[in-house]
């Protein structure tokens, strides 16, 4: 930690710091509970450099712009399909930028996240989805600010704080740059994902080989279904798994995520925030797609706003009211509470590892889903689907 950001639940892990130091001492460790955080070495010049772009010393000036709000869907079944949502990160891409533009988000690297670049907003698909674990930013700020120096177009998605780290490490703002941050839930321990894998895998019997959240089988999807691959077994679907139930229970997130949280209100560090557009047919009055899930958009600036001036030509979409996105997503505007075993948990992690994780989870079956058991899952949902376009 830096001596002026000692405490945890102060620090994001948003890696500014990291970037800017012009001695290249500070380095980015993760601590007991798996997180990230900075340290520096004895090369510090003392500069002031990373105090100056720390997003947690400085406010963020107050935004004016009056900001818009819709839901939509992807035209495209296929990005709809290698979405999490309704597919508007893509989208958006591919309004906004071209073959030459550097898209940044995070991707799967084996079972590890890492936020990475690509060019060309046709080459994303291993950005999509939606990933609840930390991610490691590594040097994605410096590639970003290399690559718009070149007057070529950037976007950056990730969580509110670490757009936040990068609008920081910038230091000025650059019309070639998109930014679209997530309603966030908070960001879960890499360790403990490491450690649930690990049990579902001796649970099953089989080494894990890859995990994705959200799992969309056939039109329908849901939180809790990930889907796995394994090395003999083949491709499994669960629901709710260890990971899972650690996750939605707020007791493996980064202690920043908490009451201490900047980030949870109107005023995003994004020029575009996005999120799953929940309780639609309570605000939306015509026949949307039922058989769709769909995202929220919301435009905080004027360049995010002429960013996706021609959005439509990729997006149905329904125009709502920003109240209409906090009320289904709280999120937006209030702080994640912790479980009250957030500590307690933690403390045993570190002292047991995996033998903690089956203590603060419930057992669950692992079996391959077939179209019976997908059926009896999701029927009460069809059955809501129905009634509701009969409805209409």
């Not at 996750?247 to 995520?257: A, D, G, H, M, W």
């Amino acid at each position: 930690m830096l001596s002026f950001n000692l405490d945890k639940g102060n620090c994001t892990g948003c890696s500014a710091c990291y970037a800017i130091c012009p001695k290249h001492c500070i380095s980015m460790k993760n601590d007991a509970e798996g997180f990230l955080y900075p340290e520096v070495g004895d090369e510090c010049i003392s500069c002031g450099l990373c105090e100056k772009v720390c997003p947690n010393v400085h406010e963020k000036p107050i935004q004016t712009f009056k900001k818009r709000a819709f839901a939509a869907t992807a035209k495209d079944e296929n990005i709809w399909r290698r979405s999490a949502s309704g597919g508007a990160f893509s989208c958006i891409c591919k309004a906004f930028g071209d073959e030459k533009t550097l898209v940044v988000g995070a991707a799967w690297d084996g079972l590890k996240v890492h936020h990475v670049g690509i060019v060309g907003v046709d080459n994303i698909a291993p950005l999509c989805k939606s990933k609840y674990v930390a991610s490691q930013l590594e040097d994605t700020f410096q590639e970003i600010k290399n690559h718009l120096r070149t007057g070529e177009k950037a976007i950056f998605c990730g969580t509110p704080c670490q757009v936040a780290g990068l609008n920081a490490f910038l230091q000025k703002s650059y019309s070639n740059l998109l930014t679209i941050d997530l309603i966030c839930h908070g960001v879960g321990s890499p360790y403990v994902f490491e450690e649930a894998i690990i049990a579902i895998g001796e649970q099953a019997g089989d080494k894990v080989l890859s995990y994705e959240f959200r799992h969309k089988n056939r039109r329908y999807e849901t939180d809790y279904i990930t889907s796995l691959v394994f090395e003999n077994q083949g491709s499994r679907q669960l629901i709710n798994d260890q990971y899972m139930q650690l996750f939605l229970s707020q007791i493996s997130l980064r202690p920043s995520c908490g009451k201490n949280c900047k980030y949870r209100n109107p005023n995003r560090p994004g020029d575009i925030t996005i999120a799953d557009a929940r309780g639609l047919k309570y605000f939306i009055h015509k026949a949307y797609d039922t058989t769709r899930n769909y995202t929220h958009v919301v435009v905080n600036t004027e360049k995010g706003l002429n960013a996706i001036e021609n959005i439509s030509k990729y997006m149905v979409i329904y125009p709502c009211e920003v109240s209409d996105v906090t009320r289904f997503n709280p999120l937006f505007e209030r702080h994640t509470v912790f479980n009250e075993d957030r500590n307690k948990f933690f403390e045993e992690f570190v002292k047991d590892g995996p033998k903690t994780i089956g203590k603060y989870t419930k057992n669950y079956k692992i079996k391959k889903m077939t179209w019976k058991s997908l059926l009896r899952f999701y029927f009460p949902k069809v059955i809501v689907m129905a009634i509701d376009r009969m409805r209409r």
